[in-house]
């Protein structure tokens, strides 16, 4: 397992705020979706509005989105229109189980993990491990306070356990619903998350 690089504990230590898109058709019945394109279904665009309430008094340097339209779409409706785009923030790629449940994977793979196996024809563990580390560089780096990053559950599972050192497969304890909030701050020099999951 890499190992990132600690920040210098005289440096500035920016907060990060991470909000999981809202509903989209394939999300409410658990299929795997990282390149298709989904829209929001209608409770996906309401829980993305009343995000708005929870994120208004936070002022944010920089606001980032994945490229997928769930992610930048809930953006907008939060309150924050025209995020910037960052690659590194799109879904963990699921290559032949884009469109598939869990439960379907098993029917013939009992014991499939995402965390350990990562898919077939997609993504393993160590690729997305690079281009979220990548990722937490640069929100590391930056001058503000604040970040801002709309994004996708399992990537953002991944981004919780890298901040705080852990290994890719401690996302899996990490559960992460539809538009909710989650924080990333410091205990001292120390990465830490200050809040998960919050509805």
């Known amino acids: 397992m890499a190992t ?3 920040p210098d504990p005289q440096t500035h230590r920016p907060e990060i ?11 409410r019945d658990g299929k795997h979706t990282s390149g298709t394109d989904l829209p929001l279904t209608p409770e996906g665009e309401r829980a993305a509005r009343s995000l708005a309430d929870r994120l208004d008094g936070a002022a944010f340097d920089l606001v980032l989105s994945s490229p997928r339209q769930r ?3 809930t953006a907008e409706l939060a309150g924050f229109p025209g995020p910037e785009i ?3 923030l799109r879904e963990w790629d699921y290559g032949e189980y884009e469109g598939v449940t869990t439960a379907q994977i098993r029917e013939t793979h009992p014991h499939w993990s995402l965390w350990t196996d990562g898919a077939p024809g997609g993504e393993r563990p160590a690729d997305v491990e690079v281009r979220v580390d990548r990722l937490i560089a640069r929100l590391r780096s930056v001058e503000g306070e604040r970040v801002l990053v709309f994004a996708h559950g399992h990537v953002l599972r991944v981004v919780g356990a890298r ?7 401690a996302g899996a304890h990490l559960r992460l619903d539809t538009a909710t ?3 990333l701050g410091w205990e001292r020099e120390t990465p830490a ?3 998960w999951n919050a509805p």
């Open 86 to 88: 960052d690659d590194d």
């Open 163 to 169: 901040w705080s050192g852990w290994p890719v497969g």
């Open 71 to 73: 992610a930048w779409r």
């Open 4 to 6: 990132l690089r600690q």
């Open 17 to 27: 705020w991470l909000v999981r898109h809202g509903q989209t058709e394939w999300s």
């Open 181 to 183: 909030v989650s924080v």
């Open 193 to 195: 998350i200050g809040r």
